[in-house]
């Protein structure tokens, strides 16, 4: 199967281990930067646009890799 191109709410709150009320802040924060895809109600936001964003934010590399650890994890439970 190939692999999950975009992060949905749920993935942006097991990942960052945030409530769906900040996940939900975070993808408005894609909305406002043009890089939302939205699909009904479910809002969408591509990987590479978050991993883009989650490095810029996390300065450490050692946190860094832990984190695409377990993005990678959820795009594998997503399949």
Known sequence: MAEC???DTK???DVLKVGKRKANEI???FDQRGQLFRFGKTMRVRKKYF???LNQ???QES???NLEMK???VS???R
């Open 27 to 29: 993808m408005h924060m």
């Open 57 to 59: 934010m996390d300065g």
């Open 71 to 73: 993005m990678q994890r």
């Open 5 to 7: 191109l975009y992060y």
């Open 76 to 78: 594998t439970q997503r």
């Open 63 to 65: 946190r860094r890799r």
């Open 51 to 53: 991993d883009d964003w």
């Open 11 to 13: 993935d942006i709150m």
